[in-house]
Each structure stands twice: as structure tokens, then as C-alpha cells.
């Protein structure tokens, strides 16, 4: 059974920092694109940054300059570090994965989120 965890959310003052992690676990051959999308009161999921196997990155235009998406193949784990956090930042991030399970079809899956709170 292949799971994603996500940790590291928090909250924290505008301007701050933080590390989103998003772990996959399980019988797993191979991950290929990853996502982190967040949610906020009220509005719909949006996507804020992917990387793929390349890695190549793309970010929303909102984050771009103070987020940074990136992989750890070794420990089929992916990052986003958010620097200089604003308000409008807050909302649930979630953690997507195009995951080739072993002797499985490749499948899309999701984490259950990990909350960040920017106060102003």
C-alpha cells in the first residue's frame, strides 16, 4: 500500500520560514512527477509547485522567488521550503504523486495535508 505523509506545517509570523516534507512509503518502483498544491478557506485547491524526474520545476507565479521544490530520490522524499511567507500563503498543503507501485498500475496519490497559518 503506498502512502504519502506530509509534515512540517505550522504556524508562523510573515516573513518567516517554512520545510514541507512529503514522504512516500510502500512498495514503490518508481515516483515520477510530484505536486505540492494547498487549499485556503473558501477556494478552491490550487497547484504551487511540481518537479518532475528530470527534475524539472515549475512554480505558481504567487511563489515564485521565495518557494523551492525538490526531491530526494534516495529517500523517496520531496521538499518545499517557503521563504518570506505572507498571509496569503495560509491553507492546507497537500503533497500529489504520479507513483508506479510495484506490480501495480501507475496511479495518482495524495497526502492528507499539513496545515500552514501565516499571521500578519
Known amino acids: 500500500q503506498v502512502q504519502l505523509v506530509e509534515s512540517g506545517g505550522g504556524l508562523v509570523q510573515a516573513g518567516g520560514s517554512l520545510r514541507l516534507s512529503c514522504a512516500a512509503s510502500g512498495n514503490i518502483f518508481r515516483i515520477n512527477a510530484v505536486g505540492w498544491f494547498r487549499q485556503a478557506p473558501g477556494k478552491q485547491r490550487e497547484l504551487v509547485a511540481a518537479?518532475?524526474?528530470?527534475?524539472?520545476?515549475n512554480y505558481a507565479d504567487s511563489v515564485k522567488g521565495r518557494f523551492t521544490i525538490s526531491r530526494d530520490n534516495a529517500k523517496n522524499t520531496t521538499y518545499l521550503q517557503m521563504n518570506t511567507l505572507k498571509p496569503e500563503d495560509t491553507g492546507v498543503y497537500y503533497c500529489n504523486a504520479d507513483i508506479e507501485p510495484m506490480g501495480r498500475p501507475r496511479s495518482d496519490f495524495w497526502g492528507q495535508g499539513t496545515q500552514v497559518t501565516v499571521s500578519s
Open positions: 518537479i518532475g524526474s528530470g527534475p524539472n520545476t
